[in-house]
């Protein structure tokens, strides 16, 4: 008999799924749109301890394969977010976790003490490519990562997942900074920054000249930070994402040493494409005689 449930960081994840943070909104506000039942967790859009406008447009295109996306994180503002979604979170049919950032070690730690008062947020994200004062993500510093997941978990008690980016180099040194810090897991990774110019009009593509690049094409590179990760931390659990539309993409980070796989930029062309996901994960474990994804986790065969 077949489970897809997996443990991540000794908490049982009903499927192996995460809907990532910024594509399921503040995730009661998608509950008609994505069947939230396919998921082992969903993570609402990420907050700040005060109202963020984000960026004018344009802020979203589409480019090759992929997407540039530069909203600029806008956000109501942890208090306002609470008074609007905290009471209806718990209908949500899922673990939710929140998201938090700041320009700031204390403004991360401020939205998550928050957070904590919030029964229904089972988790909190610590959203590290967030740019600091200087405007540099804390994501490429592993002093600074750990600096920010230090903070975080003195202010709450719930389970702490850092969310790292691709552009660190090297990343596995960022990921061991903040597990160091009292991470409970990571998130390799977010977006890699990119640009796009329309040559006819010569204006960049998104309003912040550099954008978030996600999509298919971000695939291999997050896989490579995965397996770099794994390499260095391999007891450490990883939540992977970048580039999953299929359940071959799940399994490619399963096999790669992630416990679970988030889907972001897929839910805007299918909004439901986790059922599809994980009927055909199903499939393959039966077809493979495994009785739940743990089977794979790290278990892919090298070149001897």
């Given at each position: 008999m077949v489970?897809?449930?997996?443990?991540?960081?000794?908490?049982?994840?009903?499927?192996?799924?995460?809907?990532?943070?910024g594509t399921v909104g503040s995730v009661v506000d998608f509950g008609a749109t994505v069947d939230f039942t396919r998921y082992g967790a969903v993570v609402a859009k990420s907050v700040s301890p005060e109202p963020w406008s984000g960026r004018p447009a344009p802020r979203i295109a589409p480019v090759g394969g992929g997407m540039?996306?530069?909203?600029?994180?806008?956000?109501?503002?942890?208090?306002?977010?609470i008074d609007a979604y905290?009471?209806?979170?718990?209908?949500?049919?899922?673990e939710v976790w929140g998201s938090v950032v700041?320009?700031?070690?204390?403004?991360?730690?401020?939205?998550?003490?928050?957070?904590?008062?919030?029964?229904a947020i089972r988790a909190i994200e610590v959203n590290l490519s967030c740019p600091n004062l200087d405007g540099i993500p804390f994501a490429l510093d592993p002093s600074l990562s750990g600096q920010v997941v230090e903070r975080v978990r003195a202010a709450t008690g719930k389970p702490i997942g850092a969310k790292l980016s691709p552009d660190a180099h090297p990343i596995a040194q960022v990921a061991?900074?903040?597990?160091?810090?009292?991470?409970?897991?990571?998130?390799?990774?977010?977006?890699?920054?990119?640009?796009?110019?329309?040559?006819?009009?010569?204006?960049?593509?998104?309003?912040?000249?550099?954008?978030?690049?996600?999509?298919?094409?971000?695939?291999?590179?997050?896989?490579?930070?995965?397996?770099?990760?794994?390499?260095?931390?391999?007891?450490?659990?990883?939540?992977?994402?970048?580039?999953?539309?299929?359940?071959?993409?799940?399994?490619?980070?399963?096999?790669a040493g992630a416990t679970a796989v988030g889907i972001g930029s897929a839910h805007f062309a299918t909004p439901r494409v986790a059922n599809r996901i994980l009927?055909?994960?199903?499939?393959?474990?039966?077809?493979?005689?495994?009785?739940?994804?743990?089977?794979?986790?790290?278990?892919?065969?090298?070149?001897?």
């Open positions: 489970s897809v449930a997996v443990e991540l960081a000794g908490r049982t994840l009903a499927t192996p799924l995460v809907a990532a943070s540039l996306n530069g909203i600029g994180i806008q956000n109501p503002g942890v208090d306002a977010w905290a009471d209806r979170l718990a209908d949500v049919p899922s700041g320009h700031a070690p204390d403004e991360f730690a401020a939205v998550a003490s928050r957070f904590d008062d919030v029964a061991e900074s903040v597990m160091d810090a009292g991470a409970d897991w990571v998130v390799v990774g977010n977006t890699a920054r990119g640009a796009g110019i329309d040559v006819h009009t010569r204006r960049p593509l998104t309003s912040g000249l550099i954008a978030g690049y996600s999509g298919d094409p971000l695939r291999p590179i997050a896989l490579r930070c995965v397996l770099e990760v794994a390499s260095l931390l391999p007891d450490a659990p990883i939540v992977a994402c970048g580039g999953v539309s299929t359940a071959d993409h799940v399994i490619e980070y399963l096999l009927k055909d994960l199903e499939r393959h474990l039966e077809r493979s005689h495994l009785v739940g994804p743990s089977q794979l986790i790290g278990a892919y065969e090298p070149w001897t």
